[in-house]
């Protein structure tokens, strides 16, 4: 069955960190991916997507994924997370070809420490 | 100028009533969603309209019937609700015809409660 995996349901860190926020996924083929930003009381924002080409790929607010098809991943960092980053991020898979339908996971709540 | 607005923004109901949830978009997309984040943030799709016209029905129940008076409004009628209908509804909307390649902008949710 398709579906998105988010392992980590919480991270904290302190502001100024590393941030990686995990993704695998489940689909019969290579899927398009996606990562969303809710912010508290907002709706879901794109930060990035990957459809083909360079595996590393650059998204909005300084954030970046990289996928590995062997790994089935889609992994999200930050170089250095900002206290305006505390979210939640759900990763989200799609089909390549038909309907336009997101198979999302069930979200990491991150919480950044000043 | 909010891109994708929705109303209300909580809604606390009883079971057995008819509820409405509002959405509008100003960003002169064609296509509009529906989606359902239930208790456990998990998000899944419900419905999807290009230009009033439906082209992506879930399993959903029947109770829930989505109206599109034009390309900019999607609105989510909701009869007879259940217990198991509370959660967060999402709108979003896109330029294109639901394809691949075209990014969804989301509103803030509706967090539907019932009792």
């Known amino acids: 069955a398709q579906s998105v995996t988010q392992p980590d349901i919480h991270i904290t860190v302190s502001e100024g960190a590393s941030l990686e926020l995990r993704c695998n996924y489940s689909y019969g083929a290579t899927p398009y991916l996606f990562w969303y930003v809710q912010s508290p009381g907002q709706g879901l924002q794109l930060l990035l997507k990957?459809?083909?080409?360079?595996?590393l790929v650059q998204g909005i607010k300084g954030f970046e994924a990289e996928f590995k098809r062997s790994q089935s991943s889609f992994n999200l960092r930050k170089p250095s997370v900002h206290w305006s980053d505390a979210a939640e991020y759900f990763c989200a898979v799609a089909p390549t070809s038909g309907t336009y339908k997101y198979i999302f996971g069930t979200g990491t709540r991150l919480k950044v420490l000043a | 100028d909010t891109a994708v607005s929705q109303t209300p923004k909580y809604l606390v109901t009883q079971m057995g009533n008819d509820k409405s949830i509002k959405c509008e978009q100003n960003l002169g997309h064609d296509t509009m969603y529906w989606y359902k984040q239930d208790s456990k943030k998990f998000l899944k799709i419900m419905f999807s309209?290009?230009?009033?016209?439906?082209?992506i029905n879930e399993t959903v129940p029947n109770r829930f019937s989505p109206k599109s008076p034009d390309k900019a409004h999607l609105n989510l009628h909701i009869n007879s609700l259940e217990l198991g209908d509370s959660a967060v509804y999402f709108c979003a909307s896109s330029q294109g015809l639901a394809t691949i390649t075209d990014t969804q902008y989301f509103g803030p949710g509706t967090r539907l409660t019932v009792l």
């Open positions: 990957y459809f083909s080409g360079d595996t």
């Open positions: 309209y290009n230009n009033k016209e439906l082209i």
